[in-house]
């Protein structure tokens, strides 16, 4: 596992930074070039993770490869479902297994609409699915613009190609527009002209894809996290490649930014990309930011609401969410070690915030691969930037009682070959009693003494996971003896199901004066959850999945 560490970024920074091609323009480009008679010559284009899972598609999908394998890119299995629906031969899409989480039911129903014959192979709304037809019959649809303008993207680059053209018409309101602007932009300049009627109604008549070459124009997405900095720093870093009359929406983030500080309530709609972006830049703002239009954000590489509140919970700093809007109250963050999910926005949006804090540090930095492959060098023209193998030498699980540690962490150590050690039993085997007696015969205060010894004799250990006790992070001195090489894990759950787990354990003594196990949990959450985030460099919920499966997810972020 690769780790980036980000020195504070210098000041004041007057730099001339490159971005890369945008990555809309170029998987479009790319999509479009394959449907043309003569392809064009393309220039500007982005290389990266999806822009080469787009070319393998249209390669295998043009040699008539039956599994055409998408990777990690939405926009590419989306695109070229599509496109399977006017090709010859039974295709079957899939991809990696973060790519299956991601629906696609919207647009499947939409091209059985269009006589489309589209079967699911495993979970109904979700890759992977096996397409067999080679043209589709009808030529008007009704889709739903609510979950992603990639579906309607999608619909709109192969219209063009059937028989009688297409008229999509929008059953609701539509999201993200920019990126519907860019795809009507840029079928324009490949010769095909789009009718639309605000947002609600597209017309597509028969029309030849054609053009003699394309010009990819610099990423306002990639751009936009260098405004950011100057935004946060007052810097005066310069972007090369950038079209000032672009219709991409990162655009418009850029341009609210540019000159002055973000407004405290935003609607992200039209640059969904950049809400983490605007997140961290209010984690340091004073008062309260509301950003909206965060509803697409739950269903891209993760579920960046989620997990943007993970983060800005481990910086210090405090936030609140509904489906639709997410709620930061700025104060003063501290560096953190970020954990990306494998989504390369979050590893960018948070190296924002070393424009501030020293020490920031990324977890598998090299998920940027997935649009700007360049990021980190770019970056270290402002500041240092130091990229290394982290190999930890033990791993600390924290959380509740009935979380999961020792269950877990029992099977964590089998599979890494790694010794195990449960602090609780540890403590029990010393005093010759259980916890509750301990705790009943000498109080708390004694409890946490012999809990800070064995802390500090663990830290001494190598090659062990541990399991704490609910409360080994009450003292900062328990953690700080745990170096850097030790990897700290948080499980949570909700205190509704930790309830029914320990609902018969009697070996605890009540921490709080509430009448009920349920009303004591949510008591103790409230006042340790801030300790829990600061100390934890990966938090997993362990609330749905099976003690196998939360031990495999850990295992695969170890070895990303």
């Given at each position: 596992?690769?780790?980036?560490?980000?020195?504070?970024?210098?000041?004041?920074?007057?730099?001339?930074?490159?971005v890369?091609?945008?990555?809309?323009?170029?998987?479009?480009?790319?999509?479009?070039?394959?449907?043309?008679?003569?392809?064009?010559?393309?220039?500007?284009?982005?290389?990266s993770m999806d822009?080469?899972?787009m070319?393998?598609?249209?390669?295998?999908?043009t040699n008539?490869?039956?599994?055409?394998?998408?990777?990690?890119?939405?926009?590419t299995?989306?695109?070229?479902?599509?496109?399977?629906?006017?090709?010859?031969?039974?295709?079957?899409?899939?991809?990696?297994?973060?790519l299956?989480?991601?629906?696609?039911?919207?647009l499947v129903?939409a091209?059985?609409?269009?006589?489309?014959?589209?079967?699911?192979?495993?979970?109904?709304?979700?890759?992977?699915?096996?397409?067999?037809?080679?043209?589709?019959?009808?030529?008007?649809?009704?889709?739903?613009?609510?979950?992603?303008?990639?579906?309607?993207?999608?619909?709109?680059?192969?219209s063009?190609?059937?028989?009688?053209g297409?008229?999509?018409?929008?059953?609701?309101?539509?999201?993200?527009?920019?990126?519907?602007?860019?795809?009507?932009?840029?079928?324009k300049?490949?010769?095909?002209?789009?009718a639309?009627d605000?947002?609600?109604?597209?017309?597509?008549?028969?029309?030849?894809?054609?053009?003699?070459?394309?010009?990819?124009?610099?990423?306002?997405?990639s751009?936009a996290?260098?405004?950011a900095?100057?935004?946060?720093?007052?810097?005066?870093?310069?972007?090369?490649?950038?079209n000032?009359?672009?219709?991409?929406?990162?655009?418009?983030?850029?341009?609210?930014?540019?000159?002055?500080?973000?407004?405290?309530?935003?609607?992200?709609?039209?640059?969904?990309?950049?809400?983490?972006?605007?997140?961290?830049?209010?984690?340091?703002a004073?008062?309260?930011?509301?950003?909206?239009?965060?509803?697409?954000?739950?269903?891209?590489e993760?579920?960046?609401?989620?997990?943007?509140?993970?983060?800005?919970?481990?910086?210090?700093?405090?936030?609140?969410?509904?489906?639709?809007?997410?709620?930061?109250?700025?104060?003063?963050?501290?560096?953190?070690?970020?954990?990306?999910?494998?989504?390369?926005?979050?590893?960018m949006?948070?190296?924002?915030?070393?424009?501030?804090?020293?020490?920031?540090?990324?977890?598998n930095?090299e998920?940027?691969?997935?649009?700007?492959?360049?990021?980190?060098?770019?970056?270290?023209?402002?500041?240092?930037?130091?990229?290394?193998?982290?190999?930890?030498?033990?791993?600390?699980?924290?959380?509740?009682?009935?979380?999961g540690?020792?269950?877990?962490?029992?099977i964590?150590?089998?599979e890494?070959?790694?010794?195990?050690?449960?602090?609780?039993?540890?403590?029990?085997?010393?005093?010759?009693?259980?916890?509750?007696?301990?705790?009943?015969?000498?109080?708390?205060?004694?409890?946490?003494?012999?809990?800070?010894?064995?802390?500090?004799?663990?830290?001494q250990?190598?090659?062990?996971?541990?399991?704490?006790?609910?409360?080994?992070?009450?003292?900062?001195?328990?953690?700080?003896?745990?170096?850097?090489?030790?990897?700290?894990?948080?499980?949570?759950?909700?205190?509704?199901?930790l309830?029914?787990?320990?609902?018969?354990?009697?070996?605890?003594h009540?921490?709080?004066?509430?009448?009920?196990?349920?009303?004591?949990?949510?008591?103790?959450?409230?006042?340790?959850?801030?300790?829990?985030?600061?100390?934890?460099?990966?938090?997993?919920?362990?609330s749905?999945?099976?003690?196998?499966?939360?031990?495999?997810?850990?295992?695969?972020k170890?070895?990303?």
């Amino acid at each position: 596992m690769k780790i980036a560490e980000i020195a504070k970024i210098k000041h004041p920074a007057e730099v001339t930074v490159n971005v890369p091609g945008s990555k809309s323009y170029t998987l479009r480009a790319l999509f479009l070039a394959a449907l043309c008679d003569s392809p064009p010559k393309l220039t500007g284009l982005l290389e990266s993770m999806d822009t080469e899972a787009m070319r393998n598609c249209l390669e295998a999908i043009t040699n008539g490869q039956e599994e055409i394998f998408a990777g990690e890119s939405g926009i590419t299995a989306r695109f070229i479902t599509a496109l399977a629906c006017i090709t010859p031969g039974r295709q079957k899409i899939t991809g990696k297994p973060g790519l299956l989480k991601r629906p696609i039911g919207d647009l499947v129903d939409a091209l059985r609409q269009l006589g489309a014959n589209i079967e699911y192979i495993g979970k109904d709304g979700f890759l992977p699915i096996s397409v067999s037809s080679e043209n589709l019959s009808e030529s008007k649809v009704s889709l739903s613009g609510q979950t992603s303008s990639q579906y309607l993207s999608a619909l709109l680059l192969i219209s063009p190609k059937l028989e009688n053209g297409l008229e999509i018409n929008i059953k609701d309101k539509q999201i993200s527009k920019p990126y519907i602007d860019i795809t009507v932009d840029i079928m324009k300049s490949f010769g095909v002209e789009v009718a639309n009627d605000d947002y609600q109604k597209y017309i597509v008549k028969p029309q030849k894809y054609q053009a003699n070459e394309y010009a990819v124009e610099g990423d306002y997405s990639s751009a936009a996290y260098f405004y950011a900095i100057n935004a946060l720093a007052g810097s005066n870093i310069k972007v090369r490649n950038l079209n000032l009359d672009s219709k991409q929406g990162d655009k418009k983030f850029v341009d609210m930014i540019k000159n002055k500080p973000a407004p405290k309530e935003i609607n992200a709609e039209d640059f969904p990309d950049q809400a983490m972006t605007l997140a961290v830049l209010a984690a340091f703002a004073e008062g309260k930011t509301v950003i909206s239009g965060v509803k697409s954000l739950r269903v891209k590489e993760t579920e960046r609401v989620k997990a943007a509140e993970n983060e800005l919970a481990k910086m210090d700093i405090k936030t609140e969410s509904t489906e639709d809007r997410l709620t930061i109250y700025g104060g003063k963050p501290q560096a953190t070690k970020v954990e990306t999910y494998g989504d390369h926005r979050i590893a960018m949006s948070f190296a924002v915030a070393s424009a501030k804090l020293d020490g920031m540090t990324i977890f598998n930095p090299e998920v940027v691969d997935k649009t700007f492959p360049g990021f980190w060098d770019e970056l270290d023209k402002l500041t240092e930037v130091k990229i290394s193998e982290l190999k930890p030498d033990n791993i600390l699980l924290i959380g509740m009682r009935g979380s999961g540690k020792s269950t877990i962490g029992k099977i964590l150590a089998k599979e890494l070959g790694m010794d195990f050690v449960d602090m609780d039993t540890l403590i029990e085997l010393k005093q010759g009693l259980k916890v509750r007696d301990i705790v009943e015969k000498n109080g708390w205060a004694y409890f946490r003494e012999l809990e800070s010894k064995i802390c500090a004799e663990l830290a001494q250990l190598k090659n062990t996971v541990m399991a704490s006790g609910g409360g080994v992070v009450i003292n900062d001195k328990n953690m700080s003896g745990f170096d850097k090489n030790t990897l700290k894990i948080l499980f949570v759950a909700e205190p509704s199901l930790l309830s029914k787990r320990i609902k018969g354990d009697s070996n605890r003594h009540g921490l709080t004066s509430q009448p009920t196990l349920l009303g004591e949990l949510d008591e103790v959450w409230e006042n340790r959850k801030e300790k829990y985030f600061k100390n934890t460099d990966f938090i997993f919920d362990t609330s749905k999945e099976a003690p196998e499966l939360v031990v495999k997810n850990i295992i695969g972020k170890l070895e990303s």
